[in-house]
Protein backbone atom coordinates (compact mmCIF):
# COMPACT_ATOMS: atom_id res chain seq x y z
CA UNK A 1 0.00 0.00 0.00
CA UNK A 2 1.17 3.44 -1.01
CA UNK A 3 1.57 6.00 1.20
CA UNK A 4 -1.34 7.99 0.17
CA UNK A 5 -3.73 5.12 0.82
CA UNK A 6 -1.79 4.35 3.78
CA UNK A 7 -3.18 7.94 4.86
CA UNK A 8 -6.58 7.28 3.64
CA UNK A 9 -7.43 4.56 5.80
CA UNK A 10 -6.01 6.29 8.71
CA UNK A 11 -7.58 8.67 8.38
CA UNK A 12 -10.82 6.87 8.54
CA UNK A 13 -9.38 5.17 11.45
CA UNK A 14 -8.80 8.06 13.49
CA UNK A 15 -11.87 10.07 12.54
CA UNK A 16 -13.72 7.38 14.04
CA UNK A 17 -11.58 6.53 17.19
CA UNK A 18 -12.91 6.65 20.68
CA UNK A 19 -10.41 6.28 23.39
CA UNK A 20 -10.54 2.83 25.11
CA UNK A 21 -9.98 2.66 29.11
CA UNK A 22 -6.42 1.09 28.83
CA UNK A 23 -4.00 2.14 31.27
CA UNK A 24 -1.43 4.09 28.81
CA UNK A 25 1.67 6.11 30.34
CA UNK A 26 4.56 7.60 28.58
CA UNK A 27 8.32 8.52 29.36
CA UNK A 28 10.05 10.82 27.73
CA UNK A 29 14.14 9.59 28.02
CA UNK A 30 17.35 10.71 27.64
CA UNK A 31 18.97 8.93 24.56
CA UNK A 32 21.67 11.24 24.39
CA UNK A 33 22.74 14.46 22.19
CA UNK A 34 24.41 15.58 18.48
CA UNK A 35 26.17 19.09 18.29
CA UNK A 36 25.89 20.22 14.52
CA UNK A 37 28.05 22.80 13.49
CA UNK A 38 26.61 23.22 10.25
CA UNK A 39 22.69 23.48 10.35
CA UNK A 40 22.37 24.03 6.53
CA UNK A 41 23.33 20.03 6.53
CA UNK A 42 19.07 19.50 7.16
CA UNK A 43 18.05 21.51 4.88
CA UNK A 44 18.57 21.39 0.76
CA UNK A 45 16.72 24.95 0.88
CA UNK A 46 20.01 26.46 1.80
CA UNK A 47 18.13 28.09 4.85
CA UNK A 48 20.15 28.09 8.33
CA UNK A 49 23.53 28.94 7.19
CA UNK A 50 25.93 29.18 9.40
CA UNK A 51 24.26 27.99 12.20
CA UNK A 52 24.64 25.41 14.93
CA UNK A 53 22.44 23.68 17.18
CA UNK A 54 22.79 21.11 19.75
CA UNK A 55 20.10 18.30 18.82
CA UNK A 56 18.63 15.90 21.35
CA UNK A 57 18.22 12.44 20.27
CA UNK A 58 15.26 11.20 22.71
CA UNK A 59 13.74 7.94 23.29
CA UNK A 60 9.98 6.85 25.25
CA UNK A 61 8.94 4.15 26.90
CA UNK A 62 5.06 3.46 26.64
CA UNK A 63 3.59 1.32 29.15
CA UNK A 64 0.06 -0.44 28.19
CA UNK A 65 -1.57 -1.74 30.98
CA UNK A 66 1.41 -4.23 32.37
CA UNK A 67 3.40 -4.25 28.48
CA UNK A 68 6.42 -2.27 27.84
CA UNK A 69 7.23 -1.01 24.43
CA UNK A 70 10.65 1.59 23.71
CA UNK A 71 10.22 3.47 21.48
CA UNK A 72 13.89 4.25 19.50
CA UNK A 73 16.92 2.94 21.32
CA UNK A 74 19.15 6.11 20.93
CA UNK A 75 22.64 6.55 20.33
CA UNK A 76 24.96 3.19 21.06
CA UNK A 77 26.33 2.82 24.54
CA UNK A 78 30.10 2.92 23.45
CA UNK A 79 29.75 6.75 23.35
CA UNK A 80 28.54 6.77 27.39
CA UNK A 81 30.56 9.35 29.03
CA UNK A 82 32.70 9.85 25.88
CA UNK A 83 33.36 13.78 25.12
CA UNK A 84 32.30 15.28 22.01
CA UNK A 85 34.53 15.29 19.24
CA UNK A 86 36.06 19.25 18.90
CA UNK A 87 36.25 18.89 15.01
CA UNK A 88 33.58 16.95 14.02
CA UNK A 89 29.84 18.09 11.97
CA UNK A 90 28.37 16.13 13.98
CA UNK A 91 29.32 15.31 16.90
CA UNK A 92 27.54 12.79 19.39
CA UNK A 93 27.74 12.09 23.25
CA UNK A 94 26.17 10.01 25.21
CA UNK A 95 25.59 10.93 29.78
CA UNK A 96 22.96 7.29 30.52
CA UNK A 97 21.98 4.93 29.10
CA UNK A 98 18.53 3.02 28.63
CA UNK A 99 18.40 0.35 31.33
CA UNK A 100 19.94 3.35 33.82
CA UNK A 101 17.23 5.17 33.52
CA UNK A 102 14.40 2.14 33.40
CA UNK A 103 15.86 1.17 36.95
CA UNK A 104 14.88 4.73 38.15
CA UNK A 105 11.34 3.97 37.52
CA UNK A 106 11.43 0.36 38.89
CA UNK A 107 11.72 -1.34 35.17
CA UNK A 108 13.58 -3.99 33.98
CA UNK A 109 15.12 -4.37 30.83
CA UNK A 110 13.83 -7.58 30.14
CA UNK A 111 10.22 -6.56 30.73
CA UNK A 112 10.53 -4.51 27.16
CA UNK A 113 7.97 -6.89 25.31
CA UNK A 114 8.15 -4.58 22.02
CA UNK A 115 11.23 -2.43 20.48
CA UNK A 116 9.48 -0.03 17.56
CA UNK A 117 12.31 1.73 15.90
CA UNK A 118 11.31 4.61 13.83
CA UNK A 119 14.09 4.05 11.46
CA UNK A 120 17.51 2.40 10.85
CA UNK A 121 19.94 4.95 11.47
CA UNK A 122 22.68 4.58 13.83
CA UNK A 123 21.03 7.11 16.61
CA UNK A 124 18.01 5.35 16.93
CA UNK A 125 18.72 1.64 17.24
CA UNK A 126 22.33 2.33 19.03
CA UNK A 127 21.70 0.53 22.34
CA UNK A 128 18.83 -1.97 20.88
CA UNK A 129 21.04 -4.91 21.39
CA UNK A 130 20.23 -3.65 24.91
CA UNK A 131 16.61 -6.02 24.59
CA UNK A 132 16.95 -9.10 22.37
CA UNK A 133 13.80 -10.92 23.71
CA UNK A 134 11.61 -7.70 22.57
CA UNK A 135 10.01 -7.96 19.61
CA UNK A 136 11.88 -5.88 16.92
CA UNK A 137 9.18 -3.33 14.84
CA UNK A 138 10.81 -1.37 11.72
CA UNK A 139 9.72 -0.44 8.43
CA UNK A 140 10.41 -3.02 5.78
CA UNK A 141 12.43 -1.00 3.38
CA UNK A 142 14.58 -0.22 6.62
CA UNK A 143 15.00 -3.82 7.68
CA UNK A 144 16.09 -4.84 4.35
CA UNK A 145 18.74 -2.03 4.02
CA UNK A 146 20.38 -3.77 7.29
CA UNK A 147 21.54 -6.35 4.20
CA UNK A 148 22.61 -4.02 1.81
CA UNK A 149 26.28 -3.88 0.09
CA UNK A 150 26.91 -0.84 0.26
CA UNK A 151 25.35 -0.25 3.33
CA UNK A 152 23.29 3.05 3.42
CA UNK A 153 23.96 6.36 5.42
CA UNK A 154 24.21 5.86 8.91
CA UNK A 155 23.30 1.53 8.89
CA UNK A 156 25.08 -0.57 11.15
CA UNK A 157 23.91 -4.14 10.89
CA UNK A 158 25.79 -4.85 14.01
CA UNK A 159 23.29 -2.96 16.07
CA UNK A 160 20.45 -4.92 15.42
CA UNK A 161 22.50 -8.37 15.48
CA UNK A 162 19.88 -9.89 17.67
CA UNK A 163 17.25 -9.63 15.03
CA UNK A 164 19.24 -10.75 11.68
CA UNK A 165 19.63 -14.38 13.21
CA UNK A 166 16.75 -17.01 11.99
CA UNK A 167 14.05 -17.48 14.02
CA UNK A 168 13.89 -13.95 15.50
CA UNK A 169 11.28 -11.54 17.02
CA UNK A 170 10.42 -9.38 14.03
CA UNK A 171 7.55 -7.28 12.73
CA UNK A 172 8.22 -5.66 9.69
CA UNK A 173 6.04 -2.74 8.52
CA UNK A 174 4.61 -1.71 5.42
CA UNK A 175 1.42 0.05 6.67
CA UNK A 176 0.40 1.16 9.91
CA UNK A 177 0.04 -0.53 12.81
CA UNK A 178 -2.26 -0.64 15.76
CA UNK A 179 -0.07 -1.37 18.61
CA UNK A 180 -1.80 -3.12 21.05
CA UNK A 181 -5.30 -3.54 18.64
CA UNK A 182 -7.60 -0.59 20.61
CA UNK A 183 -5.93 2.18 19.17
CA UNK A 184 -4.28 3.77 21.67
CA UNK A 185 -0.87 3.42 20.46
CA UNK A 186 -0.15 3.59 16.73
CA UNK A 187 3.23 3.25 14.69
CA UNK A 188 2.61 5.38 11.47
CA UNK A 189 3.92 5.02 8.15
CA UNK A 190 6.25 8.23 7.11
CA UNK A 191 8.62 7.25 5.04
CA UNK A 192 11.05 9.80 3.05
CA UNK A 193 14.02 10.54 5.64
CA UNK A 194 14.22 6.57 4.88
CA UNK A 195 12.10 4.10 2.74
CA UNK A 196 10.67 2.86 5.67
CA UNK A 197 10.68 5.95 7.98
CA UNK A 198 7.92 5.75 11.00
CA UNK A 199 6.21 7.59 13.33
CA UNK A 200 4.77 7.08 16.74
CA UNK A 201 0.91 8.22 18.11
CA UNK A 202 0.18 7.42 21.84
CA UNK A 203 -3.53 8.37 22.81
CA UNK A 204 -3.83 9.13 26.74
CA UNK A 205 -6.37 9.67 29.07
CA UNK A 206 -5.41 13.38 30.70
CA UNK A 207 -2.69 14.24 28.62
CA UNK A 208 -4.71 13.51 25.12
CA UNK A 209 -3.24 12.53 21.81
CA UNK A 210 0.70 12.88 21.12
CA UNK A 211 2.67 12.40 17.83
CA UNK A 212 6.30 11.61 18.04
CA UNK A 213 7.73 12.24 14.95
CA UNK A 214 11.12 10.28 14.87
CA UNK A 215 13.17 12.29 11.85
CA UNK A 216 10.28 13.09 9.92
CA UNK A 217 12.15 16.53 10.45
CA UNK A 218 14.76 17.39 12.85
CA UNK A 219 13.48 20.51 14.28
CA UNK A 220 10.31 22.33 14.41
CA UNK A 221 11.16 24.70 11.61
CA UNK A 222 11.45 22.46 8.44
CA UNK A 223 7.68 21.87 9.12
CA UNK A 224 7.32 25.56 7.99
CA UNK A 225 10.21 25.96 5.31
CA UNK A 226 10.14 22.73 3.69
CA UNK A 227 13.33 22.14 3.97
CA UNK A 228 14.65 18.80 4.38
CA UNK A 229 18.18 16.79 4.58
CA UNK A 230 20.15 16.55 1.23
CA UNK A 231 20.81 12.76 2.69
CA UNK A 232 17.12 12.10 2.70
CA UNK A 233 15.83 8.72 0.86
CA UNK A 234 13.25 10.63 -0.98
CA UNK A 235 12.09 14.44 -1.08
CA UNK A 236 8.62 14.29 -2.22
CA UNK A 237 7.73 11.71 0.43
CA UNK A 238 9.86 13.76 3.68
CA UNK A 239 7.48 16.25 2.59
CA UNK A 240 4.45 14.11 2.28
CA UNK A 241 5.24 12.57 5.50
CA UNK A 242 5.51 16.01 7.14
CA UNK A 243 2.04 17.00 5.89
CA UNK A 244 0.46 13.94 7.14
CA UNK A 245 2.02 14.59 10.89
CA UNK A 246 0.90 17.91 10.59
CA UNK A 247 -2.61 16.82 9.09
CA UNK A 248 -2.87 14.24 12.43
CA UNK A 249 -1.72 16.77 14.87
CA UNK A 250 -4.52 19.28 13.64
CA UNK A 251 -7.16 16.93 13.71
CA UNK A 252 -6.36 14.78 17.03
CA UNK A 253 -5.42 18.60 18.68
CA UNK A 254 -2.07 16.55 19.46
CA UNK A 255 0.85 17.42 20.90
CA UNK A 256 3.73 17.24 17.83
CA UNK A 257 7.25 16.20 19.45
CA UNK A 258 9.99 16.23 17.08
CA UNK A 259 12.26 14.10 18.69
CA UNK A 260 15.66 16.03 18.19
CA UNK A 261 14.63 18.95 18.86
CA UNK A 262 15.08 20.59 22.32
CA UNK A 263 12.16 22.70 22.80
CA UNK A 264 9.79 20.13 21.34
CA UNK A 265 10.76 17.39 23.71
CA UNK A 266 10.12 19.69 26.82
CA UNK A 267 6.46 19.57 25.51
CA UNK A 268 6.35 16.10 27.84
CA UNK A 269 7.32 16.09 31.03
CA UNK A 270 11.02 15.59 32.48
CA UNK A 271 11.89 12.05 33.12
CA UNK A 272 11.19 10.75 35.88
CA UNK A 273 7.98 12.02 35.59
CA UNK A 274 5.64 10.59 33.02
CA UNK A 275 2.72 11.58 30.82
CA UNK A 276 -0.96 10.43 31.30
Not at 84 to 106: F, M, S, Y
Request: glycine fraction near 8%.
Amino acid sequence: MNLMASTFFSAILLAGFEAQSADVELWRLDCGQIIVRDLSLFSDTYAHAGEKRTLTDSCYLVRHEHEYMLWDAGLPAALLGTKPDANAVLAPTLAKDIPTQLAEIGVKAEQIGRLGISHNHFDHVGQAATFPQATLIMGADDLAQFKADPLPFAVDPALIKPWLQQGSKVQALSNDLDVFGDGTVTILSTPGHTPGETSLLVRLAQTGSVVISGDVAHFEEQFKDGGVPGFNYDRADSLASMNRLTGITKALNAILVVQHDAQDIAKLPAFPRSAR
